[in-house]
């Protein structure tokens, strides 16, 4: 978003105030409060645990806005739809030295700070204007964690109580907070994020020993407990208040240290298994100026990044476990094949699979075919046989797809599947990042 509207937006009413909030109008400096927007929207570029999925609020005449279903900050939703979030840092000072943040205390960044008040109203200014759809709001750690908790549970709250803001909230959940506090967030956050920042302790150690991925896992616990306790409440004669009802996240930086991508998706699956997260985020490490001698000189390939994210769509929907997509000899994804094609290339005696006989889970392990595709599938032959013709028109990628499957009228046997070259094929086909 381009700060420079910001003049207009705190300029317009007249009395050099903030125009459209209800109740005393404080006087502002438009310059000084663009400035401190151009330093902390940067700085809060580096958080991309942020998602407006999951969580559904309807207008109502008592209050302002709304939030649907869709992904927000610059986001693409479904329908082409691309909607924004106003992500900012409550403020980029911060107690601790964390090697890999731009943000840490030896740094040389500007410092700036937001007030709990220019949140709020930056806040409303931005959504009346239909630039928004919501808040994202991190912070560097001042004073301590409890502090910086109160201070972004407190913005949740006025904007939720003092101005019935119904847009999206997404706050981070700072690790060591008190569970109070915490709990406190999530009435009026729809996604809180705890983020562990390295997968594995010793990363930590090395980069950032004053923090605990323990730490931030006891507020995952906490956050956890919040959503187990709303959702047993529901049903009951008084309404239960609602907690996180988009549920939590939680990012990790990929390439900052040597640790490989099967200890990173091994962190990942643990903590949807005992958190019950909705995401995990992977953010590529970003060179830093002045950075530490034990970081790499280079950011390493956004396509680690992406194949992440597919190995984590098939261990959260596609059943695959971490020991399949990156077994113990090979524990680095491949860059030039997609996990699930990978997969399917080292496991060529679970093919082809007959569409018209197999199981839907055997269905979505197929390359070229997703999970609504699957069911779309199983469905189908519930009526006729399923020929080549009818997969065509599900738009699936025939040539990724022919070597794998047995229709009514097409049987590959093994010549197809036997071909040395049959990978570097397919992966050709696989390089436009489609996702399965």
């Given amino acids: 978003m381009d700060v420079s509207v910001l003049f207009g937006m705190l300029s317009g009413g007249g009395s050099g105030g903030v125009v459209g909030v209800s109740g005393p109008r404080p006087a502002v400096d438009p310059g000084r409060i663009r400035l401190k927007l151009a330093v902390l929207a940067d700085a809060a570029k580096y958080d991309a645990s942020c998602a407006s999925s999951g969580v559904r609020r309807r207008g109502r005449d008592d209050g302002l806005g709304s939030a649907n279903g869709s992904g927000i900050c610059h986001s693409y939703t479904p329908d082409g739809r691309c909607v924004s979030l106003l992500k900012i840092l409550l403020t980029n000072f911060c107690i601790y030295d964390c090697q890999y943040c731009i943000n840490r205390v030896s740094s040389d960044v500007r410092r700036e700070r937001f007030s709990i008040e220019e949140v709020v109203q930056l806040t409303l200014e931005f959504y009346r204007r239909n630039y928004i759809e919501g808040l994202f709001l991190s912070s560097g750690i001042i004073q301590s964690p409890d502090y910086t908790m109160e201070q972004l549970a407190e913005v949740a709250r006025r904007l939720r109580v003092e101005h019935k803001f119904r847009g999206y909230i997404h706050l981070k959940a700072v690790p060591r ?234 049987n590959p046997a093994t010549r197809l599947l036997d071909r040395e070259d049959l990978g570097s094929q397919l992966a050709m086909l696989s390089r436009q990042l489609e996702l399965f």
């Avoid at 507020?219 to 049903?235: N, Q, T, V």
């Avoid at 985020?281 to 194949?307: K, N, W």
């Avoid at 569409?355 to 069911?375: D, F, H, S, Y």
Wanted: charged content about 25%; glycine content about 4%; overall charge positive.
């Fill in 177 to 410: 907070a008190s569970p109070e506090l915490l709990a406190t967030a999530g009435r009026w956050a729809d996604r809180l994020s705890a983020n562990i920042e390295m997968p594995l302790q010793a990363d930590l150690d090395r980069l950032a020993p004053e923090k605990r991925i323990a730490h931030a896992e006891t507020a995952m616990s906490s956050i956890r407990l919040g959503i187990d306790e709303h959702k047993g409440a529901k049903g009951l004669a008084a309404p239960a208040p609602a907690f996180a009802p988009a549920g939590q996240s939680t990012q990790m930086i990929v390439g900052a240290t040597a640790t490989p991508d099967r200890d990173i998706l091994a962190t990942a699956s643990r903590l949807y298994r005992q958190h019950k997260l909705r995401r995990v985020y992977y953010t590529a490490f970003s060179p830093i100026p002045h950075g530490d001698g034990r970081l790499p000189p280079q950011a390493p390939p956004l396509l680690r990044e992406h194949r992440l994210y597919q190995s984590d769509w098939l261990l959260r929907f596609y059943g695959f476990d971490v020991e399949e997509l990156v077994p113990r000899n090979s524990p680095q994804l491949s860059l030039e094949t997609d996990p699930k094609l990978a997969w399917a290339l080292a496991h060529r005696e679970f093919f082809p699979v007959d569409l018209n006989r197999a199981a839907p889970w055997r269905l979505m392990r197929i390359p070229g075919v997703g999970k609504r595709t699957a069911e779309r599938l199983a469905q189908l032959r519930r009526h006729h046989a399923i020929r080549l013709d009818d997969v065509r028109r599900l738009s699936v990628p025939m040539r990724k797809v022919r070597p794998w499957i047995v229709t009514a009228d097409w």
